[in-house]
């Protein structure tokens, strides 16, 4: 009888090494092959966009430590993103990453920014932690990003990848479909500036994309880099119909109303300078919300000819995606109606 | 002009005093040479004599005025000092270089007049380097350098000029080239105050000689007089002898007790 | 090679004067010559927007790059002399450095150009006071006032580095990075008068001390004794030179060689006398300025920071003159 016990534990402990010894090897945007054990219970994640990615695959709740895009400290988290992660002072961190905080974590899986922490990376593949390096700077990548999150964080997730590129996806093509009519010349010509009245995007930022997927002509696109210093000449000589505010910085559309060396402007004449609204991550830079980036640049841009219902949009994205319901205050100050 | 050093005492510490009683006395024409071995404080002396350092104890007066008291361009006419070397970093002309001596005639936005220019035009004539005026004084020569020092002293309109090893670094040629114009200014009634390492010198060129020795200049007088194989030896710690030569004049010469050339002997 | 003929003085006008103007007539968006002479002039015919323009953007700005620019090449004509040392820019006593972190540190907390300049002139004026302080205790020689300059523009850059740690990536730090570079983007005439008060005072005060200078470059023992108080003008002139660096990188930003290889330009022409370099490096350093300022913001849709291209000119500049130093040595030896 004791034979069969042991026989029998034997059977059953190897059928759960084998469970616990399941694993899967993805590609991460660094181009490199990452063996990671499953499941991953305890994520780390360092890269303030990659998080998001975590975040809309329904795996928030893994995170032990994460960084978050634009919030350093906690008295720079809003109001709604309070709401949204009740744990976010616990797990709220920003800088240089710190080794031994992530190790003593118990992290099952890092995931890095790819431009800036692949000397973190080594040291903590060294330490037998598997690295996720992210490099999304287009649609494109983005699509690729949560397709890549979704690889390590289980079936469940990889339901949602495929139903946020859906949406990705049906929100582009709704906009081309409704804008078919607009003639190359009838695009509205749009500057988007940044946390200065000078700074302006490049033509290969993420900002850009997001402006030609809405139907515009970003007026910037054939500059290069990151942020671009120009000067008013200039601005004058672009003559933009509209002007985009970004969620961050302290410029608000009164700063340029109000400005009197602006007033000759297209935009200014006609009152259309906007800065983009913010619940939770900024919706210009590639994280998932940039889908209602794209939605909010066309309602923006295109009031009279874009079909779909804004606040729907923004109210069933955080719905299905960040489990997140918006007040009314919160809702109206997205769509700024 | 009279300049009369009255028993001039320094320290740079309280525990070290480089000079503890200096007289001298020095008048119009002469030129006087103040001998040494290193460290004893010829410079120092120099310092305080022109007014550039405060002494403990004496005094310095210039025509019976104490020169402590006077107003620093005051003294800056009266007095001037030429540098054992002077690099410039700029390439100033020997012109340009001279008219700095005017200095102490201009207020502090004053610019040199046609006054000023003409004074430095004739004290370039006095040490002969007219022909030099022009040429950056970066390429003259070391002794050209010195006389056109000695020019900028002139220039400041001083009587008296101290030069401190002023020929230390010059040939023989250059040596004689700038002490013979030294002499010559003495001459004319200017006064001057060489130290120095080369007794000859002040066999060839002095008036007075002073030996500085434990911070006193006791042993002083013509140089005929002063300079001996005794007071040589005080002085340096080491042998000398005193030979004429063939016109007259006297020279100082170091014992060597080691034959050279053994076929002599 | 000195340069005695008559024109001399007249380039030395017409080179800034000529500059401004040129400066005037250029710029991104195109306006006609006609239009813009009816501008300056006050007469009526061209629009709102071209007035504008060369009234509110380019001639402020095109004011403030002459005025850095002389203030810039005359201290730094100043300083090689004070410090015995031709290698010596404006920036040496740490004054650039101060001026970096009260920038920054401003930058934490606002975008506001008037508080970013007021704060970068602040500390600025407290890194000299430190230097002043280290002389003070230490003696004012050049040599300790290098040192203690090396030491306060150490300090202020470690300050300046904790600062640019806890700087926001996304907004703060870009700014930071952007007013290390210099520029004069965005000069408004609000931002004029400090730059302008100060550079009326102290460009006189070293036209007028111009001659005086040239007693500094010889050793402190024969500067005494031809009765120059040295401590004291040694002092002044650090002071002085100071407030004009601080206004200038206030405005502007850390711009580097101007200080440096102006000056030694200058004395190809005018020679070493400060009776003449004072003049010739002020209208050189406005003409050069202003012509680079130009560039900056002409050549492309972006500006270029000002100081990579005074980098960018510079150094060739300073290699082709000290190409030159060795040959005149050699030729002296």
């Known amino acids: 009888m004791t034979k069969l016990w042991i026989a029998v534990s034997l059977v059953f402990l190897c059928a759960l090494t084998g469970l616990a010894q399941s694993e899967t090897t993805v590609i991460d945007q660094s181009g490199r092959s990452v063996t990671i054990p499953l499941p991953v219970e305890i994520l780390v994640s360092v890269h303030g966009i990659g998080t998001y990615y975590v975040y809309a695959l329904g795996a928030g709740d893994r995170l032990a430590i994460a960084y978050y895009i634009g919030v350093k400290t906690l008295s720079s988290a809003s109001e709604s993103m309070l709401r949204w992660e009740p744990r976010l002072a616990e797990i709220l961190s920003y800088g240089d990453p710190n080794i031994e905080e992530m190790v003593a974590s118990g992290a099952q899986l890092v995931i890095a920014d790819g431009s800036q922490h692949e000397a973190v990376a080594e040291q903590l593949r060294d330490l037998g932690i598997p690295v996720i390096l992210y490099r999304a700077e287009t649609p494109e990548e983005l699509k690729e990003a949560v397709v890549l999150t979704a690889a390590f964080l289980g079936s469940g997730a990889q339901a949602q990848a495929d139903a946020f590129i859906a949406d990705y996806d049906r929100m582009v093509n709704a906009i081309a479909t409704d804008l078919e009519s607009l003639a190359e010349n009838e695009r509205a010509r749009v500057l988007f500036v940044g946390t200065s009245l000078t700074k302006v995007i490049s033509g290969e930022m993420y900002q850009t994309h997001l402006i030609e997927g809405a139907g515009g002509i970003s007026v910037t696109r054939e500059l290069f880099g990151s942020w671009n210093e120009v000067n008013l000449e200039q601005i004058l000589l672009w003559d933009p119909e509209i002007i985009i505010i970004p969620p961050y910085g302290l410029i608000q559309p009164a700063d340029i109303l109000d400005n009197p060396d602006w007033q000759s402007l297209n935009a200014v004449q006609n009152h259309r300078v906007y800065r983009m609204p913010r619940i939770i991550a900024p919706m210009d830079t590639p994280v998932p919300e940039s889908l209602l980036g794209i939605a909010w640049l066309a309602r923006t841009f295109y009031p009279d000819y874009v079909s779909f219902d804004l606040a729907e949009e923004i109210v069933g994205f955080y719905a299905n995606y960040y489990q997140f319901t918006l007040t009314d205050e919160e809702l109206a100050r997205m769509t700024g109606q | ?265 | ?333």
């Open chain 3, 1 to 333: 090679m000195i340069r005695k003929d008559r024109s001399v003085p007249w380039i030395l006008v017409l080179l800034p004067v000529s500059a401004f103007i040129l400066a005037l007539f250029l710029g991104r968006y195109g306006i006609h010559i006609l239009d813009t002479v009816r501008v300056l002039l006050g007469l009526d015919g061209p629009s709102d927007v071209f007035r504008a323009l060369i009234l509110r953007v380019r001639l402020p700005r095109v004011l403030a790059a002459a005025c850095v620019g002389a203030n810039l090449a005359v201290v730094g004509a100043a300083f090689q002399g004070l410090f015995r040392n031709p290698l010596v820019d404006s920036r040496i006593l740490g004054v650039s450095s101060g001026a970096a972190f009260g920038a920054a540190l401003a930058l934490l907390f606002t975008s506001q150009g008037m508080i970013v300049q007021t704060s970068a002139f602040i500390f600025a004026l407290v890194a000299i006071a430190l230097v002043m302080l280290v002389g003070v205790r230490f003696g004012s020689s050049t040599l300790v006032l290098v040192i203690g300059g090396i030491l306060v523009g150490a300090l202020f850059n470690s300050l300046l580095g904790l600062i640019k740690y806890v700087a926001d990536p996304l907004s703060t730090l870009p700014a930071i990075t952007y007013w290390l570079l210099g520029s004069l983007n965005a000069t408004q005439w609000s931002d004029l008068p400090p730059l302008l008060t100060i550079t009326g005072v102290g460009l006189p005060f070293f036209a007028l001390l111009r001659w005086r200078l040239n007693l500094l470059t010889v050793s402190d023992t024969e500067a005494m004794a031809m009765g120059i108080r040295v401590r004291l003008i040694r002092t002044v002139i650090v002071a002085v030179g100071t407030l004009l660096v601080a206004a200038s990188v206030a405005l502007a930003g850390t711009i580097g060689w101007i200080g440096l290889v102006i000056p030694h330009v200058a004395r190809v022409w005018v020679g070493p006398d400060y009776g003449r370099l004072i003049p010739a490096s002020a209208a050189l350093g406005a003409a050069t300025l202003i012509l680079l300022d130009t560039l900056a913001r002409t050549a492309m849709p972006s500006e270029i920071p000002l100081g990579v291209l005074t980098g960018l000119i510079g150094v060739p500049a300073f290699f082709i003159l000290f190409l030159r130093f060795l040959r005149t040595r050699g030729e002296a030896q």
């Open chain 2, 1 to 265: 002009m009279n300049l009369i050093t009255s028993q001039l005492a320094f320290a740079y510490s309280p525990e070290r005093e480089i000079l503890s009683s200096v007289t001298l006395s020095l008048g119009p024409g002469d030129v006087m040479f103040i001998l040494g071995a290193n460290g004893t404080g010829k410079t120092t002396l120099v310092e305080c004599m022109s007014g550039l350092r405060l002494p403990l104890r004496g005094s310095v007066t210039i025509d019976g005025q104490n020169l402590y008291q006077l107003s620093v361009r005051t003294r800056a006419q009266n007095i001037g000092l030429v540098p054992q070397m002077h690099e410039p970093v700029f390439a100033f002309t020997v012109e340009q270089t001279v008219l700095m001596g005017r200095a102490p005639h201009l207020g502090l936005f004053g610019r040199p007049s046609r006054q000023d220019h003409h004074v430095v035009g004739e004290v370039i004539e006095a040490v002969g380097i007219q022909h030099l005026r022009h040429r950056a004084y970066t390429k003259i020569s070391g002794g050209e350098r010195q006389l056109a020092l000695i020019a900028r002293g002139l220039a400041q309109g001083a009587q008296c000029l101290f030069m401190d090893e002023p020929v230390a670094h010059l040939d023989p040629h250059h040596q004689h080239d700038v002490m013979s114009v030294v002499r010559q200014l003495a001459d004319e009634g200017f006064s001057f105050v060489v130290t120095s390492h080369l007794p000859n010198h002040a066999l060839l060129y002095g008036d007075w000689v002073a030996f500085l020795t434990d911070g006193r200049a006791d042993v002083q007088g013509t140089p005929g007089t002063t300079i001996t194989e005794q007071t040589l030896k005080v002085a340096y710690d080491m042998d000398f002898e005193i030979v004429e030569g063939s016109t007259g004049s006297r020279a100082v010469l170091p014992r060597l007790y080691r034959n050279p050339n053994p076929m002599t002997w």
